[in-house]
């Protein structure tokens, strides 16, 4: 009878430590969003495709990618992005120029005649849990109907205001509002609207 009972608590600890392992910590998910201010400048009157974006492959994945040494990170399984990187990227970017440009007419997909496509390849996207993101972006502003294209490189870094990592989405949102600033200054430059250009040029915070 002592060997039975122990055996059923030995199948009983099994039972919980088994139930124990499949209660994980859920996931969180985030993702980023146009920050962008806008100004009393002319709307533009034209329309710009963003895309495509791409991102470094070593943060092209689900998980957050959080730098922890110079030669060294590690994966957050439980805080993911909702949705693939160059996909949110280029989305808050076109969120971003809508509003400085002052037109709706700026989208990610969607648009089958646009003025200027904006492509954007990002060299670094680093992520420094509780204290700052960096952005590095070369990116590229091409007339659909001919003419000169134009290319620029911003790299903006932004402080983590808190502890939680919900901080680091927020963080990477103002520095890709930094990106699209310098993208929307060098479209209305093209598009003539030098002006407008400037206002825009003098409002974008210094980094």
Known sequence: MARW???????????????GCGRSAPARFYTLNSTAIGSDAPTAHYAVLVGPV???????????????APNRVELEEFNRWVAPLSDAIARTVAGDLAVLLGTPNVAAAGISDPAYRVTIDIQRFESIEGESV???????????????????????RETV????????????????????????AIIRAAAGDTRASAESSRKRPKR
Do not use: C, K
């Open 5 to 19: 009972n122990t055996h059923l608590l030995s199948l009983a600890l099994a039972a919980m430590a088994a139930a």
């Open 54 to 68: 791409s991102v470094p492959a070593a943060v092209d994945r689900p998980q957050f990618v959080i730098q922890v």
């Open 134 to 156: 960096l952005i590095d972006a070369v990116w590229a502003v091409l007339p659909t109907a001919g003419g000169q294209s134009h290319s620029g490189r911003t790299i903006a």
């Open 161 to 184: 205001q808190g502890p939680d990592f919900a901080a680091i989405p927020a963080a990477h949102s103002r520095a890709l509002a930094t990106v699209s600033g310098d993208i929307a």
